[in-house]
């Protein structure tokens, strides 16, 4: 999957198989990590679909901070919609020390799976 920009420069957004469903519309999590990491207050982050009875799953961002305050969904919420569709916003924030990743920079979405899981 791609998104183009006003400009023409074309971003790929990763793999079909990490796509969240939310109420039958799809959202790919490097889209919406992207903007969290323009956050102030967020220095890493990793999105993932929590399963919800009612929408299938649900967007949930596990996100680790820049300093010793931590963004509130509301600060979250708030800067999501600025630059993204309302079904694409994180429905819950689940702030970790670290971000796990891979040696290669690639996130552990199972790990964080687990997190939002856990704690949405």
Not at 11 to 24: D, E, F, K, P
Not at 91 to 98: G, I, P, Q, T
Request: with cysteine; glycine share 10%.
């Amino acid at each position: 999957m791609a998104i183009a920009d006003s400009d023409g420069t074309i971003h790929l957004l990763g793999r079909g198989s990490m796509c969240i469903n939310t109420g039958g519309v799809k959202v790919y999590p490097e889209e919406v990590e992207a903007v969290l990491k323009t956050h102030p207050k967020i220095a890493d982050a990793v999105v993932v679909g929590v399963r919800d009875e009612r929408w299938g799953e649900r967007v949930v961002a596990v996100v680790s901070t820049a300093d010793a305050n931590a963004p509130t969904i509301e600060d979250v919420d708030e800067h999501c919609r600025e630059h993204l569709a309302g079904y694409k916003v994180p429905r819950a924030v689940c702030v970790v020390d670290e971000v796990i990743r891979s040696p290669a920079g690639k996130p552990d979405y199972g790990w964080a799976q687990e997190v939002a899981a856990g704690r949405a």
